[in-house]
């Protein structure tokens, strides 16, 4: 005896409405990942920051270093971290890392927003940029100790 031939469910629509959902979710990761969604609302994200961190991010936009070592429990970048404005490199854990060195970045897309609209969003106050660093330097104090610049 032969079975009943199977009906598909799976029709030219469902496909569709599958691979448009697919790639929907798929250009949703990648904004994520490259910090779209904070680069495009960056002037609210900046206020939202305290003074540490703003100058930190000023810093490094001034020093033109997007990547850093440092240690992983230094404070102020553990808040830059969850507030997505530095990303630790990928297949950092975080539960035994106290004490350990690890990279530090701002991803690629908050990182040229940044550099295109630096004059906007930082308060340089008519100072040039040897003087805007000297001043942060001063400002951030120990913070900038331990760490240490990538190119």
């Not at 409405?17 to 990942?33: G, P, S």
């Amino acid at each position: 005896m032969s079975s009943p031939a199977r009906s598909t469910m799976w029709n030219d629509d469902l496909k569709k409405a599958y691979w448009q959902d697919k790639k929907v979710d798929q250009e949703r990761a990648e904004a994520k990942h490259s910090g779209k969604v904070i680069a495009d609302n960056i002037d609210q994200v900046m206020i939202g920051l305290n003074t540490d961190e703003s100058n930190l991010i000023e810093f490094m936009v001034l020093s033109n270093v997007r990547k850093i070592i440092a240690q992983h429990e230094v404070d102020v970048l553990g808040r830059l971290v969850s507030k997505k404005l530095l990303r630790l490199r990928p297949g950092v854990g975080t539960i035994f890392m106290q004490g350990y060195q690890t990279s530090f970045s701002i991803p690629e897309t908050i990182w040229e927003t940044l550099l295109e609209r630096s004059d906007t969003i930082f308060n340089s106050e008519g100072k040039s940029v040897e003087d805007r660093l000297c001043e942060l330097t001063i400002k951030l104090g120990d913070e900038l100790n331990d760490i240490i610049p990538i190119s």
